[in-house]
């Protein structure tokens, strides 16, 4: 999403630009999303939702989102939803393959976009990378890829290299609990069993260990949690009561039945005794999306030195800038949306 943007900016600035994609078609994991582009409807919710993120980041994002998507229509990116539905949240929801030819120009595919001169790294996190999600996140096996595959660090490593500084949150993540079964990425949005809020959750010895008031309306921390227990999996246990309520228009037990088979445990198959009232279970596994925390950047999206000074001549974008999100959750598409604006702008300023 962020290369995209960054490019059509700075197209529309008068500059000219190649866009890099390593993978094999334009978009990113924006290709396979919802498609929400949405901001906290106030500001103060932010700050408090994701208390350890970077103020002026946030503001940023805050302030400029409703012009960059009107920016995004202006272009003739197709709106499906006039509003995100969730009332914490504003925002507006596009139809992911017309906001892709909404904005791409000249793509090419297949090749690594870590090139000399001027760089606005757009790489989309650490996610796709085994090894950094080991280092960086420890989760208690290797997590599922809720995602694009491409985006495995690239801009990370190319950052490092030249000297920035890592955001904190480095070991946070935004995913979802999959079903512990086989899907493919276009099963990504229709078998998330988003319903943690819901269940009891257990993890393979049969410790309970997170409550169901604790989990938050994003699910992002029962996810995290689910990471770090044995096999970064767990077992949601559903009541009655529990599989007729509704989440964003299913209910629960639609959910249970969109999971393959292989992930509906019977409830003598468990490995501990589930508790009274338990009339179905899942097993699910931790499954990342993309990264928290990465590439420290200012409000220009200027990568940044631990002493806070700007790195020349390299920018960084969209999930691949970190920290903005830290502690809680907020829109990896208006992260994405909002700097890489800012850095074409102050790319062509340069
Ligand atoms: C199922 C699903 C649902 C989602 N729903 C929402 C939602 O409703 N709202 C929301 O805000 N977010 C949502 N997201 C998250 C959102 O898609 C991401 O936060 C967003 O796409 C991040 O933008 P980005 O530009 O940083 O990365 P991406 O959009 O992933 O783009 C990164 C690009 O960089 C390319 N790349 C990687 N390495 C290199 C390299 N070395 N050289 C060249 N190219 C490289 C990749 O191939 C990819 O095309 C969802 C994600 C998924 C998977």
Redesign the pocket.
């Known amino acids: ?5 960054a490019a059509a900016r700075l197209r529309e600035l008068g500059r000219v630009v190649t866009v ?4 094999t ?14 901001r906290h409807r106030d500001f103060d919710a932010f700050r408090a939702e994701c208390p350890g993120g970077d103020e002026r980041l946030q503001r940023l994002v805050w302030e400029r989102l409703d012009d960059a998507i009107d920016w995004l229509v202006a272009r003739g990116a197709p709106v499906v939803w006039e509003e995100t539905g969730n009332p914490r949240t504003v ?1 507006k ?1 596009f139809d992911p393959p017309g906001l892709v030819a909404a904005l791409a120009g000249d793509v090419e595919l297949g ?4 090139v000399d001169g001027p760089l606005v790294l ?4 650490f996610g ?1 990378s085994a090894e950094l999600v080991e280092r960086f996140v420890a989760p208690a096996a290797p997590l599922r890829l ?10 990370l490593r ?1 950052a490092l290299e030249r000297g920035a500084a890592l955001t904190p949150a480095m070991d946070e993540f ?1 995913g ?1 609990n999959m079903p512990d079964a086989p899907w493919d ?1 276009t099963q ?2 229709g078998v ?1 069993q988003l319903y943690g809020r819901f269940a009891r959750t257990f993890d393979e010895d049969g410790v309970e260990f997170f409550a169901r008031e604790d989990v938050s309306w994003s699910e992002t921390n029962v996810v995290q949690a689910t990471a770090h227990r044995p096999g970064a999996r767990a077992y949601y246990l559903l009541d009655e009561q529990a599989l007729g309520e509704r989440v964003r228009g299913s209910t629960v037990a639609e959910m249970v039945a969109a999971a393959p088979a292989e992930a509906r445990i019977a409830l003598e198959d468990l490995p501990f005794a589930a508790p009274g009232g338990t009339v179905a279970a899942v097993r699910v596994a931790a499954a990342i ?2 990264t928290i925390g990465g590439v420290r950047v200012d409000e220009r999206a200027r990568v940044l030195r631990g002493d806070g000074t700007a790195v020349e001549g390299l920018w960084a ?5 970190g920290g903005l999100a830290a502690g809680g959750y ?7 949306l909002v700097l ?1 604006l800012a850095a074409a702008e102050d790319a062509a300023r340069s």
């Open positions: 999403m962020a290369g995209l943007v890099r994609e390593r993978g078609r334009a978009g990113g994991s924006m290709l396979l999303s919802s498609c929400v582009v949405w925002g929801r090749v690594d976009g870590r757009c790489t989309g996190g796709g809720r995602a694009n595959p491409w985006s495995a660090g690239d801009g190319h935004y979802r990425e990504l949005v998330s999306t993309h974008a969209g999930v691949d800038a907020a829109s990896g598409l208006a992260q994405a890489a």
